[in-house]
């Protein structure tokens, strides 16, 4: 826990200007995204240590504190940043390498409930765009980009960029019958 913990709060370096430790104590006090990856790395270190309550207890605390529901038996390497967590969410057998970024409504997960062990993996250098979903047995190759509102069903090779479709304007009825008759 210590050395993923380590490695995680060393990333802050690159986000934040300040000398150490004070951007570590900023971070403690005022950024939910270190927040929640501190809260969930002591609720997996409960879990991986058949632990009882504590773990589930604290993945509760990290969802009531700071928006993100991560279980406390998903995986994450060294080196995770969560960038404004509120509302990320993360099932139970994820597994994510080393350096991944999540940004705010990111989902990874099973595609239901009767399929809860087909849940993704995400190789190292990985970063997920808000509002991005990964859902099902899925992996995503290392250092790919899941770009904002991206839903991904299928693998990833590693190297990859995946982008959702843009937004596509649609008019009232009213607005194309008014165009027509000019």
């Known amino acids: 826990m ?11 370096r690159d986000i934040k200007p300040r000398a150490f430790p004070w951007y570590v104590v ?6 939910t ?3 929640a990856v501190v809260l969930h790395r002591l609720a997996h270190w409960f879990k991986a240590r058949h632990i009882p309550v504590f773990g589930p207890a604290i993945a509760r605390w990290n969802q009531f504190v700071t928006g993100v529901d991560i279980a ?30 999540l940004m705010q409504n990111v989902t990874l997960g099973a595609p239901t409930t009767a399929r809860i062990d087909e849940m993704p993996s995400l190789g190292d250098d990985v970063t997920l765009g808000a509002g991005s979903a990964v859902i099902g047995r899925v992996t995503i190759g ?19 960029r995946v982008i ?19």
């Open 33 to 35: 995204g270190y927040q």
């Open 2 to 12: 210590f050395e993923n913990l380590a490695a995680d709060t060393r990333r802050l």
């Open 72 to 101: 406390p038996a998903a995986r994450f390497g060294p080196g995770l940043r969560i960038s404004h967590g509120t509302g990320i969410v993360v099932g139970n057998g994820v597994v994510a390498g080393r350096n991944c970024v």
């Open 142 to 160: 290392d250092g790919c980009f899941i770009g904002a509102h991206a839903l991904v069903t299928v693998d990833v090779p590693a190297g990859s």
């Open 164 to 182: 959702a479709r843009p937004a596509i304007e649609l008019r009232p009825s009213t607005a194309r019958r008014r165009d027509s008759e000019s």
């Open 26 to 31: 900023e971070s403690l006090c005022f950024e």
